[in-house]
């Protein structure tokens, strides 16, 4: 019966999954949404068996995607695929959200690595490379355009920045890589799992953002990155320099969620409209100095538990 039970289930989640992986690749309006969905079957189905049904469902999602959508779909299916079945198993072993948020976003990086890695060696894809030839190639026309009005002046501050912005996709990709498995692991979380919930299967609950406290341990990692940094001054595009500044980007990204965590909780303490420390939490992505403020909050936080002032006294 259990059997029966398996393979019915299987069956509608690997017809989810399908429908889910061609409207990805045939309708790019929805794919902005349905990219997130397609670890749902794999999180439904891994949540509620043991390894050897996984991979029997794996390998069945395999051949079916192969079928529907040739090499593309093989490739997304695997990519979003394994790590919708990390989330899954880790819920079925009752893990915290952060401890899968952890296992998921790994999951991804070494997916888009691979995929990455696949792309350039055998279908000679770069995406790295394209975006550079398409800025410059948008660079040279909007010269072109400013040099028939004869601004040399603006022709050169957009040439430096240009150079500046290609140059910092370069260095900061692995950076930019552990940032979007972040951000794309909380999202399908964020999607899927009420999803699965209503389907009977128990998923941890987030706390309150405002409770958020990352680990001391962050800090003490951006003050190392910071002071080799500083003390080594790396040659520029030197591997110890472009694992330095990368390191930086990511744990500034942290100090950065946790200086809005504290944010929040102040504003709560303080009985203050979420509606203001929205407004601010837009504002740290927009302006420098509001995102160093923040980032300097959530350091003070790490380090001296700067919002227990903050605490309501009964």
Excluded at 50 to 78: C, T
Excluded at 158 to 174: F, S
């Amino acid at each position: 019966m259990k059997n029966v039970r398996n393979l019915t289930e299987g069956a509608i989640l690997l017809a989810a999954l399908t429908i889910f992986l061609l409207i990805t690749i045939y309708i790019p309006p929805l794919s902005i949404i349905s990219v997130f969905i397609l670890p749902l079957p794999f999180i439904m189905f891994s949540a509620k068996n043991d390894l050897k049904y996984i991979a029997v469902f794996f390998i069945a999602a395999i051949i079916i995607s192969f079928i529907s959508s040739s090499f593309q779909g093989l490739g997304l299916m695997v990519l979003f695929g394994t790590a919708g079945a990390v989330m899954g198993y880790m819920t079925q072993k009752t893990k915290s959200r952060s401890a899968i948020l952890i296992g998921s976003t790994l999951t991804f990086i070494v997916g888009l690595i691979i995929f990455y890695v696949v792309l350039v060696t055998f279908m000679n894809i770069n995406f790295i490379q394209e975006m550079n030839t398409m800025l410059n190639q948008s660079m040279k026309q909007s010269a072109a355009m400013l040099k028939a009005l004869g601004n040399e002046e603006q022709i050169k501050l957009m040439q430096a920045q240009t150079a500046n912005l290609i140059k910092n996709i370069q260095q900061l990709a692995p950076g930019y890589l552990i940032t979007v498995s972040i951000v794309y692991a909380f999202i399908t979380q964020w999607i899927c799992f009420p999803i699965a919930k209503r389907f009977g299967i128990t998923v941890p609950s987030w706390g309150k953002f405002r409770n958020l406290r990352l680990p001391k341990s962050l800090l003490w990692y951006y003050l190392a990155a910071l002071g080799g940094y500083l003390l080594f001054h790396p040659q520029d595009g030197t591997y110890l320099y472009l694992a330095l500044i990368n390191a930086r980007f990511v744990l500034e990204l942290f100090l950065l969620i946790q200086g809005l965590a504290c944010l929040f909780y102040i504003f709560y303490q303080r009985s203050i409209g979420k509606g203001l420390a929205v407004f601010i939490v837009i504002l740290s992505f927009i302006l420098p100095i509001v995102h160093y403020i923040i980032m300097i909050l959530g350091i003070t936080d790490l380090g001296f538990d700067f919002r227990n002032r903050f605490v309501k006294k009964e």
